[in-house]
């Protein structure tokens, strides 16, 4: 359950930082600690760009992401969300921290 401005812990990060250049990691208040392979989370992205917004079918063909992507710039988006620059020049991918959470527990790393 939602209350519109109750914060929820769990989709509320403490800390996030890079680990070195091929991992993001994310600790959130409750405690739980995500960590991302961040080619995975540059072809999870989830915008118009990369996703067919009317079919939700992927349009982002994974070879053409480098195999060592990685963020440039994260920058918040108001309380919900970061925006994620790549160094493939990518940038508007908005990844909500209710996403990143789901990602995190969906354990991207093992995932083919
Ligand atoms: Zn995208």
Not at 17 to 32: M, S, V, Y
């Amino acid at each position: 359950m939602d209350t519109p401005g109750a914060p929820d812990d769990s989709v509320t990060p403490a800390e996030i930082r890079q680990n070195g250049a091929r991992e993001l990691a994310i600790r959130w208040k409750d405690g739980t600690l995500s960590r991302y392979p961040v080619r995975e989370l540059r072809l999870a992205c989830a915008c118009a760009v990369c996703v067919d917004e009317w079919t939700g079918a992927g349009r982002l063909d994974p070879d053409s992401v480098p195999e060592d992507v990685h963020p440039t710039q994260i920058s918040p988006v108001g309380r919900y969300a970061i925006q994620i620059e790549w160094s493939d020049g990518h940038a508007t991918g908005i990844y909500p921290f209710r996403r990143l959470r789901t990602l995190g527990q969906l354990e991207l790393s093992s995932a083919s």
